[in-house]
């Protein structure tokens, strides 16, 4: 006896949006995690998680991705070394995108990085340690790069000015490795990942993908932003 299956009972069952990958980037200050976590109020939106090396399989993440770093790791011979921190934001470039498909399969819509890899990145090389001028260093960071633009459906990109972006640093709770300096070295380190971050968004500007999003956070809320922005990011997952 042969199965009758009801194709209009199947075609009313919902499905869940495409995954889609969106990174929240900017200078320290510009209001990266509140506007996350406000447009992460919604139910098609989550945050995507980073790398936290306490858990068994981020370990495992850091021993998968040790050989295509042993070049780099083989070059850092001058110091300042490379710090564990380092250390971890070239694994969490090198590995996480495995991690990330995994979790976007399993509930679809949007995932939200708050400093994701564009952001390491561009903190990396703005550090400026010894093993970051080695030709190794720079043969890696160009393959990450072209392979997270093929992963990112949208860079959402915050500014405010400077003098904003200062107060909200020494105001916050947070700690800042700049907090308490004086407003011309705040004013510095803000000018100096601004224009690392302008360099490589102008790059994938050029590209034509993925989409990058350009806001200012000075007077509009990141209740109003989440709002403006959900649509958009939104019509990548669908």
Excluded at 48 to 69: D, E, K, N, Q, W
Excluded at 173 to 201: A, I, M, N, P
Excluded at 213 to 231: G, I, K, S, V, W
């Amino acid at each position: 006896m042969g199965i009758t299956i009801d194709h209009r009972r199947w075609s009313r069952l919902p499905t869940l949006p495409k995954p889609c990958l969106v990174e929240v980037a900017g200078v320290a200050g510009s209001g990266k995690s509140t506007l996350t976590r406000s447009m992460c109020e919604g139910s098609e939106f989550t945050t995507g998680g980073f790398i936290h090396t306490r858990l068994p399989s981020h370990l495992l993440r850091v021993a998968r991705a040790t050989p295509r770093l042993l070049p780099i790791l083989a070059s850092d011979r001058r110091s300042p070394r490379m710090s564990w921190p380092e250390f971890k934001l070239l694994v969490y470039v090198t590995q996480w995108r495995t991690v990330l498909r995994r979790e976007m399969r399993r509930r679809g819509g949007v995932t939200v990085l708050d400093q994701g890899p564009i952001y390491a990145l561009v903190r990396l090389k703005v550090e400026g340690k010894p093993f970051t001028t080695t030709p190794a260093f720079d043969a890696w960071w160009e393959d990450m790069l072209r392979l997270w633009v093929g992963e990112l459906s949208a860079i959402v990109w915050l500014d405010a000015s400077d003098d904003v972006l200062w107060r909200r640093i020494n105001r916050r709770s947070q700690l800042h490795k700049t907090k308490g300096e004086g407003v011309e070295e705040g004013h510095r380190f803000l000018d100096t990942y601004r224009r690392s971050f302008d360099g490589v968004l102008d790059r994938i500007e050029a590209w034509g993908a993925p989409e990058v999003l350009r806001l200012d956070t000075e007077e509009a809320t990141a209740d109003q932003l989440a709002t403006e922005l959900r649509p958009r990011l939104m019509a990548h997952a669908r």
